[in-house]
Every structure is written in structure tokens, then in C-alpha cells.
């Protein structure tokens, strides 16, 4: 299959006019202008990330994954290319244009084969990843092959529930002592979602008991932080790392709740995804209101799965309008920061700091331009549905 060289520049327009001061409410961190003097286009700034930052400078045209590095790594690794299937969902969505169906057919295909003909792995959040994405795909697009694989990996998610730690899903088949919030957080997710789709009870059991696992274990019910991980000893002893907390924790905890809160109507879970979400806003942000840079690797995906979900809370119809413009205030001002701070313009990479620009040499790695295309296209999701002032 052949595919298309987008033009770069073209994808770069701007239009002028004045930027506004928009502060934040209580005890929600500030939102402080940027020097800039433009209002973004965020559907031409989206075309250009995914287009041009995310496809030309990453995907394998070989072997149809997504390269690790956007110059000389080709490495493949597994858990990003779920990442990548939903900015170009966000995209096909965004657009409606085919050539993005047409990469979300051979994304299939690549990563199939890549991952040794076969959607499994020994790391069940690596799974969950990749089933969420599918699952969206195929609401999306209606492909069959998409909710097949699904239904095989949530069989295999499933095996990784055990006792240990009065239950929950461990984090990688190899560590049966170790229960992470991000093996069952997105669990919940897709449990939920399952259920959207033909309400089997089964569904709505798993949904709620790991949710219940991780609010119970790992969750500061006080402020709404949401510890990584718990470690059980030979003995038994249960050690929680509660230093260890994350922008992606953050993100699938609230994302879990608003399934259920979408279900169910039950406002405990919706007050739990705010809880998340300004725990997020109050303590993991600079003073300037821009999210602390989290280096390469896989911490460059953290903030942008949290954007996802934030972005979904922000669509609740329910929330309130006062949080609601706190969130879109927050969401579109780190947007700004990384578009005209931390975007190197000529290739449409981000750097890990959203504040910095990359070099025209540096090696950016996959999971760091995601989490930059993932705020990209929530700005453009949240401008056409006129949430953006």
C-alpha cells in the first residue's frame, strides 16, 4: 500500500489575535498566558502533529509499527503502539479522512505479526493498552478483527487476578507479588466498556471489583492520590509505594470511575474522578500550570494518557460548569506552552519538557511525541465542540 508525504509547512498556519488571561478557581493551580500573541488553529495544529509529527516521522512503512525514535531507533516495543492507534483514531475522528482508516488497517496487521503473531504479552497493562485501543477502533470503524482480539486478550487479562493482596490483577506475568494500579485501572475501563456494549453481567463485575481493588489499596481517599503499586512479601507483609505516583495512575483511576459513574449514575464515582483529577492539577504541575516534565521512556506517556481522560471527563454532562472550565483552562494553556514552547515547528516533534523545543537532531522517542500529539488533538476535540473560549 502506498502512502502520502504530507507537506509540513502547509500544515503550520496561524491565526492572529489577541491571547487572553485565563486564571483558575480555589485552590486549582494557576493558568498563566503564554508570551504568545496568536490563537492556535488546533484543528491545522492536530493535522500537523499526527500527520507530519507522529506518521512521517515515525511509522515503518515496512513493517507497519511505529518506529521507538523518529531518526535512527526502529526499535519496536508494544505498549505505545496502543497509544499511537488511538491519536489516529483521534484523527480518523477528527477528519473523517480515509488514508487514516487505511493506517489503522495495517497498524492491525504490523503489530500482530511484530509481536510474534499474536495481541498477548507478559504484561497485562501492555494488554489492557492494546485492548482499549481496539475496542475504540472498533466502535469506531466496525471491524470485526478489532473486537476479536479484544475478546482474546480480556480471556488472557482476566488470568492475572490472584488473591495475593486480598485480589487484583497483577502487573506482569512474572511478578505475582506485585499489584499495580495501572494493571487494574484500565481493566475497569474496558470491563466497563464491554458491558456498554452488550451488558453481560460478567462485565460489570469485573468493572466494579477492580476498581474496588485499586480504591481500596491504593487510593488516598483523603486527597485523591493514587499510589502505584503493592508489594506482598513471602511472609505476607503488604508494602504500597505511596512516593510512587503518576500522572497515567491519575488519569485510568478517573477514567475507571467515570465508566462507572456513566453506568451506573452512582455520584461517589464521579466525585472520585474529581478527586483524581485535582489531585493531578494541585501537585504534579510547575507554578507556571504546566505539567512536570517526566524524562523519556515510558514516564513520556504518562501525561498524555492522563490528557485522554481528563478530556473525557471534561465531556461529562454532569460535572460542574465551574470544574469544567477549570479543567478546559487547564487542558488548552499546557496546549499552548508545548505548541509555541516546546514544538520544534520544522519536523512537528515535542520535547519532553513542553516548555523547550527539540533540536532538529535529537532523537525523540515515540512515547514523549504521543503524549504531545494526545493534548494536540484533546485541544482540537475541545475547540470544535466549542468548549475553548
Known sequence: MKYISFSIMALLVLI??????????????????????????????????????????????????????????????????????????DAYIRTGDSIFEQYIDVWYEGIYQKNGNTFLNDFYDDMQWNALAMLRTYNITGKEKFKTSVDTIWEEIKTGWTDVADGGIMWAKHTPHSKNAISNSPASILASRLYQLNEKQEYM???????????????NKENGAVWDHIEVSEDGEEDIAKDWIFTYNQGVFLGAALELYSITGESGYLDDAIKSADYTLN??????????????????????IFIRYLTQLIFEEELPDTTRERYAQFLEHNAEVLWNKGTNK????????WQKKPGNDEEIDLTVHLSGAMIIEAAALLERENILE
Open 16 to 89: 492572529i489575535s489577541s491571547c487572553s488571561n485565563n486564571g483558575a478557581d480555589g485552590d486549582s493551580p494557576p493558568v498563566v498566558p503564554t508570551e504568545s500573541t496568536y490563537t492556535i488553529n488546533w484543528y491545522v495544529a492536530a493535522d500537523s502533529s499526527t500527520r507530519t509529527g507522529l506518521i512521517e516521522n515515525y511509522w515503518n512503512s515496512r513493517q507497519h509499527y511505529f518506529n521507538y525514535g523518529n531518526r535512527d531507533d526502529r526499535e519496536f516495543q508494544y505498549w505505545p503502539q496502543a497509544h499511537a492507534l488511538d491519536v489516529l483514531v
Open 283 to 304: 501537585n504534579m504541575i510547575n507554578d507556571d500550570g504546566v505539567f512536570k516534565e517526566r524524562g523519556t521512556g515510558d514516564g513520556g506517556l504518562f501525561k498524555g
Open 346 to 353: 520544522k519536523q512537528v516533534i515535542f520535547d519532553p519538557s
Open 205 to 219: 463485575d469485573w468493572a466494579k471489583k477492580t476498581y474496588q481493588w485499586v480504591r481500596n489499596k491504593l487510593v
